[in-house]
């Protein structure tokens, strides 16, 4: 009866973990939705779309670490805990080191900027502290989460939202004459890093110090070398995921009117809480299977029909969003058309980057993934290159996205197949789901 009831408890612990870091994403949801709801009123099209160019540039953070963070994480995640609260201050050292190095580089490279929205409105020195940020408080959120205090993070997002939040109502109210994106990113971002360095000294102060050796040059190279040998490839893979997820934007961006790209700009950024949603159990999810590696199929098999089946209510709950846009949101009806057709990308991209991704890096299979990321990235930027530069309509882009995605996940899932056979008898059902999505997908928006 003892055991029974302290199963009983473990298990609801483990559902209520996931839960929680929903919810309190959902609440991130309506903050981020109030916040766009709000720059609708106040920037043009053209302003907003350098603002989601400025932040998808500053997503590819993780190049200027060159997978040291990754590399770490995944070492910290196959320690005992005995083990890894040794090292982590010394790992969190070398990145600021290394970080330090970078920075002069970032803004030597922002300032031969591409496009011309980047310019108009960002200075490289703000690019270079979002990277620079964002890459500290990468690492120091994998050190809350391995440490399981899986809370810190969407806790911190909300407190930066909501820095945010305060400096575009200050400027709604008139409070300040000008409202520069940018630069309240940077604030926000700034503000946000004082309670995360708090936590993170509270967390680690009984831990291990950092030993005089650990501050020669060797044995910095040589940690870095092996956390970069580690990470570089999961790295690569990530970015190239990035790039999957805005290849269709930096084209149109940089082929299209401003005006256009800041309406597709404003329905991609719509449907983006969906996959923040989904993503925010991402780390839980990873902590939680890592110990059960050989049995993975069994997750695996279950997470993919689970998100197939989400996939339908999502679709259909674009077109009641379709609906409140002409109410809340008039001057970006434009972006409504938009919102239908992008909806299919999210469900098998989660699939891929969530499920996929996570299976593969648990069989360390990531340098394979690696491989197959680079055919697909290829495959989609030379197909939607061709698109952009015919001029199509974007819908035509954002339906290839969805379906680029789509032919991503049915290779990975055959070539998981092969790596681990356990998965081979649901194959066929798994892909029968997928093409019932795809039929609704195209139903919905061709017909």
């Known amino acids: 009866?003892?055991?029974?009831?302290?199963?009983?408890?473990?298990?609801?612990?483990?559902?209520?973990?996931?839960?929680?870091l929903i919810a309190l994403t959902g609440v991130s949801i309506v903050i981020t939705l109030f916040i766009n709801y709000l720059l609708a009123d106040q920037v043009s099209p053209e302003q907003y779309g350098a603002w989601r160019l400025f932040l998808m540039f500053t997503s590819?953070?993780?190049l200027f670490h060159f997978g040291f963070t990754d590399g770490v994480t995944i070492q910290w995640l196959f320690k005992d805990?005995?083990?890894?609260?040794?090292?982590?201050?010394?790992?969190?050292l070398?990145?600021?080191?290394?970080?330090?190095?970078?920075?002069?580089?970032?803004i030597v490279l922002v300032r031969s900027g591409i496009y011309p929205q980047a310019r108009t409105s960002s200075v490289a020195v703000l690019v270079a502290n979002q990277i620079?940020?964002?890459?500290?408080?990468?690492?120091?959120?994998?050190?809350?989460?391995?440490?399981?205090?899986?809370?810190?993070?969407?806790l911190l997002t909300l407190f930066s939202q909501a820095v945010f939040l305060v400096g575009v109502i200050a400027y709604?109210?008139?409070?300040?004459?000008?409202?520069?994106?940018?630069?309240?990113?940077?604030?926000?971002?700034?503000?946000?890093?004082?309670?995360?360095?708090?936590?993170?000294?509270?967390?680690?102060?009984?831990?291990?110090?950092?030993?005089?050796?650990?501050l020669y040059l060797s044995s910095i190279?040589?940690?870095?070398?092996?956390?970069?040998?580690?990470?570089?490839?999961?790295?690569?893979?990530?970015?190239?995921?990035?790039?999957?997820?805005?290849?269709?934007?930096?084209?149109?961006?940089?082929?299209?009117?401003?005006?256009?790209?800041?309406?597709?700009?404003?329905?991609?950024?719509l449907l983006n809480v969906c996959l923040t949603v989904i993503f925010s159990v991402a780390n839980f999810m990873m902590q939680t299977i890592a110990p059960y590696r050989s049995t993975v199929e069994i997750f695996y098999n279950k997470a993919v029909f689970f998100i197939l089946l989400l996939i339908t209510p999502l679709l259909f709950s674009v077109v009641f969003l379709q609906l409140l846009m002409p109410r809340f949101l008039p001057n970006y009806l434009e972006s409504v058309v938009y919102i239908r057709y992008l909806a299919g990308?999210?469900?098998?991209?989660?699939?891929?980057?969530?499920?996929?991704?996570?299976?593969?890096?648990?069989?360390?299979?990531?340098?394979?993934?690696?491989?197959?990321?680079?055919?697909?990235?290829?495959?989609?930027?030379s197909v939607e290159y061709i698109l952009a530069k015919s001029q199509v309509p974007l819908t035509v882009i954002a339906l290839s996205s969805a379906l680029m995605a789509y032919g991503w996940f049915a290779a990975g899932d055959w070539l998981l197949c092969r790596i681990k056979p356990e998965c081979k008898p649901k194959q066929k059902k798994r892909y029968l789901f997928m093409f019932a999505t795809i039929c609704l997908y195209l139903l919905i928006n061709l017909f």
Request: charged fraction near 15%.
């Open 94 to 106: 070398y990145l600021i080191i290394q970080q330090l190095v970078m920075y002069g580089l970032v």
């Open 345 to 381: 990308f999210i469900g098998p991209y989660v699939l891929v980057q969530l499920i996929q991704f996570s299976v593969f890096k648990l069989l360390n299979k990531q340098r394979l993934f690696l491989t197959l990321a680079v055919i697909f990235f290829v495959l989609s930027l």
């Open 60 to 62: 590819f953070s993780g």
């Open 172 to 214: 709604s109210i008139d409070y300040t004459k000008s409202l520069d994106l940018i630069l309240l990113s940077n604030i926000q971002l700034v503000v946000s890093m004082i309670p995360m360095l708090y936590l993170a000294f509270k967390e680690t102060e009984d831990w291990t110090a950092i030993q005089q050796k650990d």
């Open 132 to 154: 620079i940020l964002q890459n500290v408080s990468g690492l120091l959120q994998s050190l809350f989460n391995r440490n399981h205090n899986f809370y810190y993070g969407p």
């Open 221 to 269: 190279l040589k940690n870095i070398r092996r956390s970069i040998g580690f990470g570089l490839p999961i790295l690569l893979a990530g970015l190239l995921f990035l790039g999957f997820q805005h290849i269709d934007k930096l084209l149109i961006a940089g082929l299209y009117p401003a005006r256009q790209f800041g309406f597709y700009a404003f329905a991609a950024t």
């Open 81 to 92: 805990s005995v083990e890894w609260k040794k090292c982590a201050k010394r790992d969190f």
């Open 1 to 20: 009866m003892l055991t029974s009831s302290i199963h009983k408890t473990s298990t609801a612990k483990l559902y209520a973990t996931p839960v929680k």
